[in-house]
Structures are given as C-alpha cells and as structure tokens.
C-alpha cells in the first residue's frame, strides 16, 4: 500500500486511523508508487490552493501507480463528483473521517492478506509525527456556519468522542513515549455540546464529556508522565477562563502548558457578522488581558483572514489596532480565497487581489514587530524545553551540531522554534532547560542552563 496525507492535522489523524487499520490487517506501506500495489490519497479541499495541490497529488499518483482511492475532505465535494471529473480512473472517493469506507474500497480492489499479525501494530496505532509528539483528535466536524468556510459541509456537524475513549488514547501515547500531546478538532471549546455533556467514564470514576473536565483529566495524566498537553482550536466561550487557571505555572513538571489556540478570523464588528463569527473584539481584548493576568507566561496565537468581501480600508485599520492592543505571540494571516460552496462568496464587493495581498503585508509587517518585541523580552530568561531534533549548522572547522526545540509557547510546525548552540548531544524527545541569549522575529538561539 501507498500512502499520501495532505492537509491539516485532523487530516493527519484521518490518516493515521487508516494506517493504523491497514497495518493491523497485515497490508504493508511502501514508500514509493512504484512498489505499491494500490495507492489511498487523504486530501484538502479547504482553500483553492488545497484543492490545487490535492488534485496535483492524485495525479501523481494516477500517472506513477495508476490504481489510487481518494479520501478527504475534497472527496467531499459534489458527493465525490469534483475528483471523478478531475481524474475519472480513481478507484473510489470518499469524504473526511472515513475510515470504514475506506478498508472497505481497499478491500474490494486489493484484497486484505491472510492472518494479520496484529502484534505488528503499535498499541498507540501508527503515527505520521515524530516519536514524540502526537495530535489527539477529541470530536469531529463543526456546529458554527461561519460563512467563509465549508467544513460542516464536508465533516458534519459536532460529534464528540466519548472521554473515556479519549483518555485511553492518551494514555496509550504516553506510555509508548510520546511527551506531547496536541489537542485538536474543529471547535475545542464546544466538546460534548452535542451529547449535552453527559457523563462519561474514566478509570472507574464518572467525568462529564466538556472541556473543562477533559483539560483537567488530561493535565493529571500527563503530570504522571511529565508530559506536555497543549490546546489547539479554541474558542473563547465563559468556560475557557476555568481552563485557564488549570495551566501549568512551570512546564517542566509537565501538564497542560500555558498556551492557547483561538482563532478570532477578524476585529472589525460588521466583517465579524458577514462572517458569521462572534462580534464583540472590545470583550475579546478583556479576555486577553484577563487570561494574561491569570497566568502572566500564558502563549496566545490566532489566525485572521484580511480582503474579507466589503472590507473596507477603515475595518482593515480596526483589525492593525487590535493586533496592537492585543500583542498576541504567535499569528497566522490568509487573504481571503473563495471557496466552492462558501456562503460568503455571494457577499457584494469583493476586495481586489492586489489590495488583499497588500493588506496582508502589512498586517505581517504589523506582527512581525510585534513578534520580534515579544521574543526579545525573552532574553535572559531560563526556559524549559522539548527538543526536535539536531541539525548541523557552518561549514568546515566552524561546523557544529546545535539542537532545534520548542518552548511551551511553541507548536509544532506552526511557531517558532529554540535553537540551543550547545544541545548537540540532546535527543529528540528529552527535555531541556535553557537560558535565551538571542531573538530574532520569530525564533530564538539559547545555551544549556546552568
């Protein structure tokens, strides 16, 4: 079997799940098309780029193996029909979160072998990240209709995972080594709204399926592992003030770290309601300012969409202010792109390419510095962190080994990064404390403390 994963980090668990599967029914993955017997492709269907690179990786597969099943969220859209009129050889399309489907279109067109060795599957199933972090998917699809996006058209509505069965996964990662777990969905903050919080279990004693319990049960587990849990995805509902004061005052004791994942997506009131998003960015700069003074080391990062349709030059100046009275410490910012089947691609006055691109150059330009101020408040600061890997750095006798790490307030692959001038000798997966001795816009360069 051949394998492609594309897309986000709920993808990537799509994707591990399907592994996971494949593995325990004895299916071995090659790592070229050429040694596949068939290929399965998880795409992106989110933004036009996505779809672009999806359609480009099926293809590819197509022209290199030419048996290949589509999964994912573009294989969501029109029912499976936009990938069959793209590439009518694929064997099969199904949408997100499809494991089922998929074993079920593997097994009609490459059938399973006979007597799996189940004992070849990890316990913690396969995983596409490093060794020793993991994603943990806590619910799947979405009950907001914000009118940018088609993920509940492609995913569903909110189905949470029950907590027991959340715990269990978690504590099958920690065991097998994993000292960082990401927790993602589509809305974090809204887990177990749809099963009304109803009570769960976990070793034994009774747990309510919401957030708030979960981030507390996840804390305790990972403190016994001295392990770091990390929140992606969250909304900024009452209850994330709890959660808030549940975070870790000092990191190397392990536990939910202090940082947070809220995607706020705009500042101006009226783009905030064309976007179907909450209004209220004055409330909004109070909860930050509260959370900070809850807990003063407490990392926020947030994704914004500038060119939204009617943006207008004064509501793109609302949303450069608030990222200055924000200060927030790690941002992303997309020019709006519409999107098939996105309700906000009926809004009148478009904003010009040219004038969204500007406008996200300048809202970088407005971060970077605001970035670059925060770090450097950093320096001489002693900071635990997880090491990445270790990379060589110079060229001939200057050439040296320096090892690559991230802080609490980092994420994988999203933020920034600790590079530590004498961690050569560090293994990926340990741990590290380090005194800060450089910053730059996004990074920063430490020594081994003391």
Not at 19 to 25: D, G, H, N, P, V
Not at 83 to 89: L, S
Not at 98 to 104: H, S
């Amino acid at each position: 079997m051949g394998f492609v994963s594309l897309g986000c980090p709920k993808a990537l668990v799509d994707s591990e799940q399907i592994l996971t599967q494949l593995k325990a029914e004895g299916y071995a993955i090659a790592p070229s098309y050429e040694g596949a017997d068939l290929v399965v492709v998880n795409t992106c269907g989110f933004i036009d780029a996505a779809v672009e690179e999806s359609l480009e990786a099926i293809g590819e597969a197509l022209a290199a193996n030419g048996r290949v099943i589509v999964t994912g969220c573009l294989g969501a859209k029109d029912g499976g029909g936009l990938v069959r009129e793209a590439h009518p050889k694929v064997l099969a399309v199904t949408g997100p979160h499809a494991t089922a489907e998929v074993m079920n279109a593997v097994h009609a067109h490459l059938p399973k072998p006979h007597d799996p060795f189940v004992d070849l599957v990890p316990p913690q199933g396969v995983k596409l990240t490093p060794r020793h972090y993991a994603y943990l998917k806590i619910s799947e699809g979405c009950n907001h209709r914000c009118t940018f996006c088609i993920i509940p058209s492609m995913r569903g509505d909110l189905v949470s995972r029950p907590l027991g069965e959340v715990m269990a996964e978690a504590e099958r990662l920690l065991r097998a080594g994993v000292r960082e777990l990401l927790v993602i969905s589509q809305d974090t903050s809204a887990y177990g709204v749809d099963v009304k919080y109803r009570t769960g279990f976990w070793q034994g004693r009774p747990v309510r399926t919401r957030m708030t319990e979960l981030a507390r049960e996840l804390d305790a587990l990972a403190r016994g592992h001295r392990a770091w849990v990390r929140l992606h995805y969250v909304y900024p509902y009452p209850h994330v003030d709890d959660v808030i004061g549940l975070m870790a005052d000092d990191p190397s004791q392990g536990g939910l770290v202090p940082y947070l994942d809220v995607p706020f997506q705009h500042a101006s009131p009226r783009i905030l309601k064309l976007m179907k998003r909450p209004a209220a960015p004055e409330r909004v700069l109070e909860r930050v300012r509260a959370w900070r003074a809850a807990k003063p080391d407490l990392a926020i990062r947030s994704t914004f969409i500038v060119g939204f349709p009617g943006e207008t030059e004064d509501e793109f100046g609302e949303l450069l202010a608030f990222l200055e009275d924000a200060q927030l410490d790690r941002v992303g910012c997309f020019a709006y792109s519409p999107v098939e089947g996105a309700a906000a691609n009926a809004l009148p006055d478009a904003v010009p390419a040219e004038v969204k691109e500007a406008r996200q150059a300048r809202f970088m330009d407005v971060q970077a510095r605001i970035s670059a101020s925060r770090l450097a408040a950093k320096v001489g600061r002693t900071l635990d962190v997880l090491v990445d890997g270790v990379e060589v750095v110079g060229r001939g006798s200057a050439r040296r080994q320096v090892a690559v790490a991230r802080s609490a307030a980092d994420a994988p692959e999203i933020d920034g990064v600790v590079r530590i001038d004498d961690g050569g000798g560090l293994a990926p997966g340990s741990f590290a404390r380090v005194t800060v001795a450089e910053a730059d816009t996004h990074d920063l360069v430490a020594k081994l403390a003391p």
